[in-house]
């Protein structure tokens, strides 16, 4: 498949009209290239092809932006009042969803998933973030405090914006990990600078042009494209952001916190996963398989809480290993830009061969390759789903965050039904994990004995703005969504008063 025709399968003109524009970044009131004059492709995963051409941002661009971004907070986006912002914030989210169709074929393109879930998944929950942090900008509220010292005090806290935000955002989810970061800056009266992945930064570049649209005061959003080396690098050191969100992976998070920690920025890292999923031998396994399946193979399994280490009652273990295959061999592998795709292509080369080094690695390790194993096609990033079974702690394939379709699987008795919240446990990651029984109450005494920020009931993969997001141990520090996030773009004044 050529590029040609991957643009050739855009049914809106709108995706079609803004991929193929020239591409400028948004600092301040100005859509501006790179002051190097230097420039990135943007690849087309599904083909290989060039795509767009974005600015190389670096440091004199990130500098430019944090000087736009100061004057919006000093100035006219100070003097908003919460109801006045939290109206925006809803215009922003009502045109996300109005131009829905147009924003799923953008992230297809771009990222190489499946337009249909681009739609209900990557637009809709973005949109459903900014709603709900609407909400939320007329409530950040502190409270008064009944002091213990004797005396006559009157004494309060308010919240207030922590500043200056540095949004760094990851290649796999743009939209969705965007707003999660945007939406409560807005709604808390911050700033932001938002550094997309150097892969994937078209559709943040169109919701700079949405934000302009309906109306946010210039330097409230601004964009810079770049390398993460170079711009990435250059916002977390910069002395004039107050804070930085980021996500990614968790080398890259533990040199944005180094980084920061020169100006004791305030940091917020969603970082990476390797989400258990434990399957007791009563489960009901006409619900479990898909889910199983779905945990592992949705999106390619780029996703940061993606169920990639399976264990399984030996008294269910291969009927479940089927299932998931044969769940598998429905997908519809192809270009996310047609409708009947299911399965897309990994973002890039670079993480092909990544993620078939890790299979490879698997197989030498003595997992046994149940199914997949094997890229697809001379043209584009793909790859077959796969199932590693009889995995054990030690090999790479289960330790490591692999970020691929791969599956590592492996069974349990009843002699380590007490210890399978140990083996669940047994990682550097603690993002999310999935318990699969009828047993509510092994549910609920594993839930809480499982070390992750996110525990799932019977399904995999449930997000919501409400539900706060984000992981134990290595996979990062502090959360976002819900009223967690409010938090964590604010800061508390004590304030006491004599009387």
């Known amino acids: 498949m050529t590029l040609t025709s991957s643009l050739s399968l855009l049914k809106t003109e709108g995706a079609r009209r803004f991929i193929t524009q020239r591409h400028r970044m948004r600092i301040g009131a100005e859509w501006t290239g790179a002051v190097s004059g230097k420039s990135l492709d943007v690849t087309d995963p599904a083909t290989g092809q060039l795509l767009a051409r974005v600015p190389a941002g670096d440091e004199a661009d990130v500098d430019r932006a944090v000087r736009a971004a100061r004057d919006a907070l000093e100035g006219p986006w100070s003097k908003m009042t919460g109801l006045e912002r939290g109206k925006l914030i809803t215009r922003f989210a009502l045109r996300l969803e109005e131009l829905a169709d147009e924003l799923a074929e953008i992230e297809a393109i771009d990222c190489g998933k499946p337009v249909g879930y681009a739609k209900q998944i990557d637009v809709g929950l973005s949109a459903n973030t900014y709603h709900y942090m609407a909400g939320w900008a007329s409530k950040v509220n502190g409270e008064t405090v009944n002091v213990s010292t004797p005396g006559d005090f009157l004494a309060y806290t308010t919240r207030e914006p922590v500043g200056v935000v540095a949004q760094i955002v990851p290649w796999n989810f743009p939209l969705v990990l965007t707003a999660y970061k945007l939406a409560p800056a807005l709604a808390t009266g911050c700033v932001a600078i938002i550094k997309p992945a150097e892969m994937t930064p078209l559709s943040t570049l169109r919701l700079a042009q949405i934000a302009e649209e309906v109306g946010f005061p210039p330097g409230v959003v601004n964009v810079v494209t770049g390398l993460g080396a170079k711009a990435g690098a250059a916002l977390a050191e ?154 054990t702690p030690d090999m790479s394939v289960v330790r490591e965050e692999i970020f691929g379709p791969v599956l590592c699987a492996a069974s349990f008795g009843d002699e380590d039904l007490d210890r399978v919240a140990a083996q669940a446990n047994d990682s550097s990651f603690g993002l999310s994990a999935s318990i699969w029984t009828n047993n509510l109450s092994a549910a609920h005494k594993l839930a809480k004995s499982i070390q992750a920020g996110s525990v799932w009931i019977n399904m995999h993969h449930f997000f919501d703005p409400g539900m706060p997001f984000g992981g134990y141990k290595q996979s990062g520090w502090g959360r976002e969504q819900g009223e967690e996030a409010i938090r964590a773009f604010t800061e508390v004044k004590s304030v006491v008063a004599a009387l």
């Open 238 to 391: 910069h002395p004039g952001v107050d804070k930085v969100a980021f996500t990614g992976s968790t080398g890259v998070g533990k040199m944005v916190a180094r980084s920061a920690i020169e100006s004791v920025k305030r940091i917020t890292l969603e970082l990476g996963g390797k989400s258990p999923m434990v399957v007791l031998p009563d489960a009901d396994l006409s619900k479990a398989i898909p889910g199983l399946a779905s945990a592992i193979f949705f999106h390619q399994g780029q996703v940061c809480t993606a169920g990639s280490r399976l264990f399984v009652h030996k008294s269910i273990y291969n009927e479940v290993l089927d299932g998931i295959a044969a769940e598998a061999g429905k997908l519809k592998v192809g270009n996310g830009l047609n409708a009947e795709t299911t399965m897309g292509p990994l973002v890039s080369s670079l993480q092909l061969e990544r993620v078939m080094g890790y299979v490879e690695q698997g197989r030498k390790a003595g997992a046994d390759v149940v199914i997949g194993g094997s890229t697809i096609g001379s043209e584009g990033y793909f790859m077959q789903p796969t199932i590693l079974a009889n995995t």
